[in-house]
């Protein structure tokens, strides 16, 4: 199936399942995961009115940005693991960061963006499930305070809100606690009114469960496969 119409399936599913929950479909964005995937294939998602790309390493994308410099109005977002050795470069490629999940890592964004004179916008990873394989930090912790209270000394970062990777299962239905945990540790952190921290993004939904996700409050889904079809087996 082309991409195009992959896209506006995905769409479809989007919108059934935000005026299922009572929402507007309008506000929930739809981010394509094009890691693994050639420029060629992210030129077709672009043609057919996506925006929004995540991709997950650094070296990968720096090999294809060149190829894909005239998409003037394409967002690229890391949202993978990050290393603070490669924050620098980071905010050199991307427009956003969606995986902060230490101070130390924002303190060497904030650096690196500042020593580049631009501003970029980042999410705090949760780690919901605490799956000591997983980034993120734990929703529970003494490293997300102080990461909450390190952010008003980061003039060049835009902190906008969460995003997590819940457990993986074949159920999409045994996600949803796990969404609703970042809804409301999203709402929690609201509250508190923490200076220079925006709660307004919660990026939380992938291909095979973004549709529980959207009915508990996600803002934003993360689709790959959905879009590109699945990844060929090496």
């Known amino acids: 199936m082309p991409i195009s119409n992959n896209i506006a399936d995905v769409r479809r599913r989007m919108a059934v399942a935000a005026r299922r929950a009572g929402r507007d479909p309008a506000e929930i964005s739809l981010m394509a995961v094009s890691k693994t995937q050639p420029a060629e294939r992210i030129r077709e998602a672009y043609a057919a009115g996506l925006r929004l790309f995540g991709e997950n390493r ?19 977002r890391m949202i993978g693991h990050l290393q603070s050795n490669k924050a620098a470069k980071a905010v050199e490629l991307f427009g956003g960061v969606d995986s902060v999940d230490s101070l130390r890592l924002a303190e060497r964004l904030n650096a690196a963006a500042a020593d580049l004179g631009k501003k970029i916008a980042v999410l705090i990873e949760i780690n919901v499930g605490g799956e000591t394989a997983k980034s993120g930090v734990a929703a529970e912790s003494e490293e997300l305070q102080e990461l909450l209270q390190g952010v008003a000394g980061l003039e060049h970062l835009e902190f906008r809100g969460l995003m997590t990777v819940p457990p993986f299962t074949e159920d999409p239905q045994q ?21 220079r921290i925006g709660m307004q993004v919660l990026s939380m939904g992938m291909s095979h469960d973004f549709e529980v996700a959207i009915e508990e409050g996600s803002t934003c889904v ?8 699945e990844r060929a087996k090496a």
Do not use: H
């Open 222 to 229: 993360r689709v790959g496969t959905g879009i590109f079809g």
């Open 58 to 76: 650094v070296q990968e994308f720096a090999g294809k940005a060149g190829a894909l410099g005239d998409l003037a109005d394409a967002e690229w």
């Open 175 to 195: 996600a949803r606690p796990y969404f609703r945990k970042l809804r409301e540790l999203r709402d929690q952190i609201a509250g508190r009114g923490l200076p």
